[in-house]
């Protein structure tokens, strides 16, 4: 008897423990299949009395409860803003849930009220997700956001990740727009509506490969029904000109209906001075003549943009969706005067003669842009069908009137004077066509796959006029016709899954391009063929709790813009001008990236990247004729590499701090124009560091001071040198009337410190440049939002869409 109760109680002891160890997990996400980080999960046992636990989903959506036994349970899901899910299961083993999907529910949301966070960010299998929405952050406009991004920089017209142009997209539909451009939408768009900012460094193969990492900016809907809208506006005084940008957006919610507009105005004058020195030599590389170059330029414009997007619900599986995007720049507000004085000294440094230049240029741009949208969710939560056709309408126009006086002294009559004009005008119109398909396999395992066709149209036409006894003639010479079609089809698939402390996510994206360039003067024709494969791996491992390892690997490309595509020489005075190449190759680049995050606060990133066939505009001076060119061409190679740390974290309660460092190397090989079999390096090793201090103040945390530092050592940028830079930025703003207002007041570059200077300098090459600009600026903004405004949510996206490749 003794010896069957001993062995009863091991078998019950066994059974017990094994019991013990049964376990539930799942994951949550939200009808647009984004994962829903912190939701609660509540589980009862019907089995057990009094039995109920608790949890919340980590930052992935993820779930899962221990050290459970067999029987019936039951699983209450909620987050705010959704409906409740139940889920009921019998437990016998270790059990994976599907995913739980949580719809909308916006009753729910009466009367609750959004307090203002710091921002925070996490990190992806492939991405790093600055999340922003009600945040301090979100008084900003868009291009301020961007600033305060983590791995973002954005300093001297120019936006970069990991030292590359990114390309930018607004709710996974890309921005067809120039550089130029893509700022001035991007500031002229409130931050009010902005939930979140990817920084995609190595772009799955769901993106288009053309381009560097990709920037997503996801924007955010009210969800409650009725009606709300804002009015915001900033002013900023430099030395010179006061700058402005104000506009307003208007949202309209029914039970099927959601609409959106937005509509801002930035009227700006800009002024830059430009110091120029260069050595022309001879065939015995001495110096023969050195020219001084005074340049002043005042630019005014005055663009209007209007975003406008409707979604109808036909039921909860199909949604139809019409967008529109339109840039205009009116011709009677888009003035360009420009100024300059040019001393030309002999080999003696003596005075030889002086030309004095003024151009005098108007510009008009009517850039608009048309998207519809389809999505069908199917019946298997996740699963959805997407298909997009998109059109582009792009028209630019150009006139300019040069007017060059030489004389032998300064205020001495004049011995010569050229005058010429010049009318430029740029038609493009792209249609794309693109399917998505979205298949969960299960709660940890995902397939994806499309479908894209492009079609790019563009007419370019230049007409150069002379003057011959004050009577105008056409110059044939330097007048063209260009007309460049392209079609690009593309095809990718992709996969990933999840497990423990394991993501990977893999896919591989095919692209077919097939181009066709014709100077008709020149009767010239290029074309270009060619099929291009585009891989791309991420694999992340988590350490611990909060510590994670990771690798990646991408292949991008980029396609020439249609301005370097175009053969004629496009002169701003008698001796400078820029030129592009119609046979440019597209740029072959391969990323490789490893990177550990300490503690979800500290981030570590190596990486190595090769460029093959850049296609760069490269300053070169023709010592023959003593002109300066501006010529796109193709360089060899470029190699960079680097080691990037970053951290967001809270120092003390109301200070928080971001920090973002970058030291790098960069390697740029290029054939000397002019001498075909020169090979030249242009190499630095270069740091970047920038600091963001975050302050809050008062009990309600409605004031909010930002103190933020940026320096940048010389940088190698294709065959020049940058000089360093410095700048301090201060930002006071005040939130009023609960949280429905806000005004600002701040300095940018405060010591006026980020002027710089660039040298180029090799061979028979020697060119120094100093620029200066109004880059200390007193800034004060304001916003104001009105309707109802019961709760601002971010589950509907607005889809905006635009153009890329089209700018001058």
């Known amino acids: 008897m003794q010896l069957k109760l001993f062995v009863f109680t091991i078998f019950l002891s066994v059974f017990w423990g094994e019991a013990q160890e049964l376990q539930i997990k799942g994951s949550v996400k939200d009808s647009n299949n984004n994962s829903i980080a912190f939701a609660n999960v509540v589980i009862t046992s019907s ?106 920089i954005v300093s001297d017209g120019k936006i970069t990740v990991k030292h590359s142009t990114p390309v930018i997209y607004i709710n996974d539909k890309r921005i067809h727009l120039s550089i130029n451009e893509v ?41 409650i029904s009725g009606y709300n809208g804002s009015v915001f506006g900033n002013y900023k005084q430099g030395s010179e000109f006061p700058k402005y940008f104000f506009g307003t957006s208007h949202f309209l919610k029914t039970k099927k209906l959601n609409t959106y507009i937005n509509y801002n105005i930035s009227p700006k004058k800009e002024y830059r001075e430009i110091e120029e020195y260069v050595n022309f030599f001879d065939n015995n590389n ?29 039921n909860d599986s199909n949604i139809l969706s019409f967008s529109t995007n339109i840039l205009v720049s009116p011709r009677e507000n888009s003035k360009t005067v420009v100024k300059s004085v040019t001393e030309v000294l002999d080999a ?53 009137d040069v007017n060059t006086i030489y004389s032998f002294s300064k205020n001495g009559s004049p011995f010569r004077e050229n005058k010429f ?67 690009n089809y593309a095809a990718y698939n ?4 999840d497990w423990k402390d394991w993501s990977l996510k893999t896919g591989l994206r095919l692209e077919y391009t097939s181009s066709k360039g014709n100077s008709l003067s020149k009767n010239k024709v290029n074309k270009n063929d060619y099929l291009s494969f585009f891989p791309s791996f991420y694999l992340l491992k988590k350490i611990k709790d909060k510590d994670e390892v990771y690798i990646k690997y991408n292949r991008r490309i980029y396609r020439p813009r249609y301005s370097q595509l175009n053969p004629f020489k496009f002169f701003y005075s008698d001796n400078v001008y820029t030129q592009g190449d119609p046979s440019l190759k597209p740029e072959i680049d391969d990323v490789f990236t490893l990177g550990y995050a300490l503690n979800k606060k500290f981030t570590f990133e190596a990486y190595y990247r090769s460029e093959n066939n850049p296609a760069l505009e490269i300053v070169f001076q023709d010592n023959e004729n003593n002109k300066l060119i501006y010529k796109n061409t193709n360089i060899d190679n470029s190699i960079s590499y680097g080691l990037d740390f970053s951290a967001y974290t809270n120092v003390i309660d109301k200070w928080n701090l971001y920090v973002f460092s970058s030291l790098f190397y960069d390697d740029n090989n290029f054939f000397v124009l002019g001498s075909p079999n020169s090979l030249y390096s242009n190499s630095q ?28 050592s010389k940088t190698a940028d294709a065959a020049s040198l940058n000089s360093d830079r410095f700048g301090v930025d201060f930002d006071l703003k005040k939130m009023l009337w609960g949280n429905r207002a806000y005004i600002s007041v701040g300095i ?38 009105f309707g109802n405004f019961n709760l601002k949510e971010s589950k509907k996206e607005i889809d905006i869409d635009e153009r890329d490749r089209l700018g001058n």
Not at 124 to 130: I, N, P, S
Not at 352 to 372: G, Q
Not at 766 to 775: A, V, W
């Open 286 to 314: 001495q110096v023969i003549s050195s020219w001084y170059n005074d340049e002043n330029k005042v630019q005014e414009y005055r663009n209007h943009n209007i975003n406008a997007n409707i979604d109808y619900e036909f």
């Open 494 to 497: 992709s996969y990933s899954k």
């Open 183 to 223: 700022q001035q939408l991007l500031e002229g768009t409130t931050a009010t509506n902005l939930k979140s900012v990817e920084v995609i460094t190595n772009p799955p193969a769901k993106y288009d490969a053309e381009g560097g990492a990709v920037i997503n900016i996801i924007t955010s809907k009210n969800i």
């Open 685 to 712: 090793w270069a740091f970047y560091g920038n600091m963001i201090n975050y302050f809050t103040f008062m009990e309600d945390r409605s004031l909010e001071i930002n103190l933020s530092l940026i320096y940048q």
């Open 421 to 487: 004009q010049t009318f430029t005008d740029q038609i493009i119109k792209l249609n794309t066509g693109q399917l998505d398909y979205i298949l969960p396999i299960n709660s940890t395992t995902e397939f994806e796959a499309g479908i894209k066709v492009s079609h790019i149209d563009s007419n370019n036409e230049i007409t150069q006029y002379i003057f011959i006894d004050e009577q105008r003639e056409e110059d044939l010479l330097n007048s063209d016709n260009f007309l460049y079609d392209e079609v």
């Open 348 to 400: 003696f440094k003596n005075l030889d003669s002086i030309f004095e230049t003024s151009n005098n240029s108007v510009l008009e741009t009517f850039n608009f842009a048309f998207s519809l949208d389809y999505v069908h969710q199917f019946k298997k939560k996740g699963e959805k069908l997407s298909i997009n056709i998109h059109h582009t309408n792009f028209d630019s126009s150009k006139f300019q």
């Open 748 to 785: 940018k570059d405060i010591f006026n410190k980020l002027n710089y200077s660039q040298i180029t300098k090799y061979l028979n090459q020697d060119i120094f440049l100093k620029s200066n600009q109004e880059n200390r600026l007193f800034v004060f903004g304001f916003n104001y939002k």
């Open 47 to 152: 089995s057990k009395t009094n039995f109920t636990e608790g949890t919340t989903t980590d930052e992935y959506g993820h779930f899962k409860f221990n050290q459970l036994v067999s029987g019936i349970y039951s699983l209450e899901i909620s987050y705010l803003g959704y409906k409740t899910e139940n889920v009921s299961l019998e437990l016998k083993k270790d059990t994976t849930l599907q995913t739980i999907i949580l719809e909308e529910d916006p009753q729910q949301l009466e009367g609750v009220t959004v307090i203002a966070r710091r921002p925070t960010v996490k990190r992806l299998v492939d991405r790093l997700v600055f999340n922003v929405e009600n945040s301090t952050l979100s008084n900003n406009n868009v291009l301020d956001v961007l600033k305060h991004t983590p791995g973002v």
